[in-house]
């Protein structure tokens, strides 16, 4: 039962990268998802989520407009399209879980099932 993010990499400022968040052991149907980013000596903050109950979606001001999240549930996977990519968004990328609400937010201790990381590097 776990949570497993990838898609990471060194991508010059401007390029793009999709990140994804696969489950394998339980169900993404109806689950409010979140990527969080941790950058080195930053807290770790949230980025974007999607909610179980109606799909909708909410963005870190600091990257409105470039990232977008989506799910597939065929897949069981969610996705985050990081375009733009700038300096600033170097960070180790985390996807969480939250089994109880019904709608997402940023706050870390409402997600009780977490991923490993994937390193994204913006730099030229």
């Not at 968040?21 to 950058?39: E, K, M, N, P, Y």
């Not at 180790?92 to 706050?107: N, Q």
Request: glycine fraction near 12%.
């Amino acid at each position: 039962v776990q949570l497993q993010a990838s898609g990471g990499g060194l991508v010059q400022p401007g390029g793009s990268l999709r990140l994804s968040c696969v489950a394998s052991g339980f169900d993404l149907t109806g689950l409010s998802i979140a990527w969080f980013r941790q950058a080195p000596g930053k807290e770790r903050e949230g980025v974007s989520c999607i909610s179980g109950y109606d799909g909708s979606t909410e963005y870190a001001d600091s990257v409105k407009g470039r990232f977008t999240i989506s799910g597939d549930n065929a897949r069981n996977t969610v996705y985050l399209q990081m375009n733009s990519l700038k300096a600033e968004d170097t960070a180790v990328y985390y996807c969480a879980a939250d089994h109880w609400r019904d709608f997402c937010s940023f706050h870390l201790y409402e997600y009780d099932r977490w991923g490993l990381g994937t390193q994204v590097t913006v730099s030229s």
